[in-house]
């Protein structure tokens, strides 16, 4: 049987998941008060947010691994065995991660990799590395996992609100922020991450708390009638997450549970603390 390696890029927060599954990790530095930290190993997302609540001059960015770091990470999993892998990444449309892998991926020798452009960010990347492992522990081919794998980037939707537009509109993220620039810190829009996997504004808000409950109406509407696995993400805001799960289950109480993760600093650097998402994922077809 064919042995199968399974990377992320550090965006999918996976550190902060409990889990067995050796998925191996490409992370991100962050350059933040003249200092670099790498992601996780170096700076936690707690340690992160504190930093940015205890100084507001602070202004964090990323800077992704080298297209040599990813080559070293194919050649180990080749070393160790391995005949084929895929890496898992961080939209296209959020970061060069995915341009990098690809080029890496036809520099190395010995190993085929497949490099799947996640389109989303956080825990979605992690949900797929693991359906990626488990179905290379069963057998699966490529073909077969990345079949599955887009049906979940083709099935998901993530509404979110962040309390300073500032981060986005600075470093990049914002695909549409011309029309944000002049008045950036008034607007707290809804946003999303639309079908191509970039981030949009959706509507234009003025405040935080009606940001939150619009999410929570475009969150009702569209999942209405649908079996879905609801998930709340958030830049350490666990009094906002606690909001929205409780208004979800007063309104869906058959979800019963409403799994919370946090953003890593890597994410964090960019949608800025206290950011928060409601998002789902469609259940597949029971067989």
Do not use: W
Not at 4 to 26: S, W
């Amino acid at each position: 049987m064919k042995k199968l390696g399974v990377l992320v890029c550090t965006n999918a927060a996976i550190d902060y998941i409990p889990h067995e599954d050796d998925v191996r990790i490409i992370r991100s530095t962050i350059l933040m008060g003249g200092k670099e930290y790498i992601d996780f190993e170096e700076l936690t997302a707690n340690q992160f947010y504190e930093m940015l609540e205890s100084d507001p001059s602070l202004f964090p960015r990323t800077a992704m691994a080298s297209t040599g770091t990813m080559l070293e990470a194919y050649e180990k999993l080749r070393d160790e065995g391995c005949d084929e892998a895929i890496f898992i990444t961080i939209s296209s449309k959020m970061s060069g991660i995915y341009e990098n892998a690809m080029i890496a991926a036809k520099m190395v020798e010995g190993i085929k990799v497949t490099v799947f452009d996640s389109r989303t960010v956080g825990y979605l990347q992690c949900k797929m590395a693991f359906l990626a492992h488990d179905l290379a522990k069963a057998g699966k081919s490529m073909d077969e996992i990345v079949e599955q794998l887009d049906f979940i980037r083709q099935n998901n939707h993530i509404y979110f609100a962040v309390s300073d537009l500032k981060y986005l509109v600075k470093n990049g993220r914002l695909s549409n922020a011309a029309g944000f620039l002049a008045d950036v810190l008034k607007i707290k829009p809804l946003l999303e991450i639309d079908k191509t996997g970039a981030v949009v504004t959706v509507e234009k808000i003025r405040t935080f708390q009606r940001a939150l409950d619009r999410v929570l109406e475009k969150f009702f509407e569209e999942t209405s009638g649908k079996d879905i696995e609801p998930f709340i993400i958030h830049a350490n805001n666990p009094d906002k997450a606690e909001y929205l799960r409780q208004a979800v289950l007063a309104k869906r109480p058959e979800y019963k549970e409403i799994k919370e993760f946090i953003l890593t600093p890597a994410v964090g650097a960019h949608c800025g603390p206290k950011a928060i998402t409601i998002g789902y994922v469609l259940n597949p077809p029971k067989a």
